[in-house]
């Protein structure tokens, strides 16, 4: 799933709504923290997922949610403190890799 666009942006905004209505809720704390997962927002993820924690004590998932994000977390703190290692696509890096890829066609073209 592209992380960018219309229906992305509108549904982080329709999550963010239900979430100010009712930031108790474990099922729109659930959806948020799955979003800002992707999204790789890891610090908001977990609070969230921390919301769903407290709602539901004898849940499962928000536990291995947390601790999957706080891996992620690391790994993604790690590669950016690594000269030798590339960066990770970002949301967005997509257009700019597919015009470069234009670029290169054109190249071999000429």
Do not use: Y
Not at 90 to 107: T, V, W
Request: aromatic residues 4%; hydrophobic residues 35%; glycine residues 4%.
């Amino acid at each position: 799933m592209e992380l960018v666009g219309p229906i992305f942006r509108l549904r982080a905004f329709l999550l963010k709504c239900a979430l100010e209505a009712n930031p108790k809720d474990p099922d729109v704390n659930r959806l948020c923290g799955i979003a800002l997962g992707k999204r790789g927002q890891f610090d908001q993820a977990i609070a969230c997922w921390h919301r769903v924690e407290q709602a539901k004590p004898d849940d499962e998932e928000p536990k291995r949610a947390i601790a999957s994000l706080a891996v992620e977390k690391t790994i993604v703190k790690f590669d950016e403190n690594d000269p030798n290692k590339k960066k990770r696509p970002q949301p967005g890096d997509s257009a700019q890799s597919s015009s470069s890829n234009k670029l290169n066609c054109r190249q071999k073209i000429s």
